[in-house]
């Protein structure tokens, strides 16, 4: 089977001005979408940090200690602390995992390491997308201002 040969790329003042438009909107809708992903990729991050955090003044804690359970974020219950060496990580789609304190908080330095890799991958890509919309604006403005100029010569 012969290797396949990587595409040619297209070279952006070859397009017509409407495919340019097209590309363009195009370019804004994936822009959009990925500052939402970072934004998500962000907000799960900081989430996993204040688990990390939790566990961490958990397991500074004396077991007995009065505390202040968060079921919500802004609704929490007293409760004591029973147990500071064992706590239950949900690691998703409804699991959870008994886990030492200390594996808890490598658990969740694990997640954050991964979610922020994650938000630099997205974006780097976003500031790509961006670049190649300026140079998509620069050359529809280029073809508007020479159509407007060979327009006022007919």
């Known amino acids: 089977m012969p290797p396949k040969e990587a595409a040619e790329p297209i070279r952006l003042d070859s397009l017509a001005p409407q495919q340019l438009m097209e590309l363009r909107s195009n370019l804004n809708n994936e822009i959009q979408r990925l ?3 970072a934004q998500a990729l962000a907000r799960a991050a900081s989430t996993f940090n204040g688990s990390k955090k939790a566990v961490e003044q958990l397991a500074a804690s004396k077991t007995g200690q009065a505390i202040m359970l968060p079921l919500t974020s802004s609704l929490y219950v007293s409760g004591e602390v029973d147990d500071v060496e064992k706590v239950l990580v949900d690691i998703g789609t409804g699991y959870y995992v008994e886990m030492t304190t200390a594996d ?3 658990y969740y330095e694990r997640r954050i390491k991964t979610l922020q890799e994650n938000v630099g991958t997205v974006q780097a890509t976003l500031r790509e997308r961006q670049n190649v919309l300026m140079q998509v604006q620069a050359i529809l403005q280029e073809k ?3 159509q407007a100029a060979a327009t006022s010569r007919a």
């Open 35 to 37: 500052g939402e992903g």
């Open 144 to 146: 508007a201002a020479a």
């Open 104 to 106: 808890a908080v490598k």
